[in-house]
């Protein structure tokens, strides 16, 4: 009984005509990449985000590497 009374409530609510709650179309006041811990405008960003990105991803492979070369005791 339950079950059905909660159901016929759920799909009388209509997500679709409620309004934005947001006065900014970035839905925060400060604007875009402000929520963000680094500034990807500055000149330096693609060096370090390709950097991040190649040690993140060949360290797993170089420590197999080292793991596998390495002598047995």
């Keep these: 009984m339950n079950?059905?009374?909660a159901s016929r409530a759920i799909a009388?609510?209509?997500?679709?005509?409620?309004?934005?709650?947001?006065?900014?179309p970035y839905h925060?006041?400060?604007g875009p990449r402000s929520n963000i811990p680094f500034n990807p405008?500055?000149?330096?960003?693609p060096?370090?985000?390709w950097?991040?990105?190649a040690t993140g991803f060949?360290?797993?492979f170089a420590?197999?590497?080292?793991q596998t070369l390495k002598p047995r005791d």
Aim: charged content about 20%.
């Design 3 to 5: 079950a059905r009374i």
């Design 12 to 24: 009388r609510r209509g997500f679709h005509t409620s309004r934005a709650q947001f006065s900014s």
């Design 28 to 30: 925060y006041p400060e």
């Design 41 to 45: 405008k500055s000149k330096w960003f």
């Design 47 to 49: 060096f370090a985000y």
């Design 51 to 53: 950097g991040f990105m």
């Design 58 to 60: 060949s360290l797993p």
């Design 63 to 66: 420590i197999s590497v080292w």
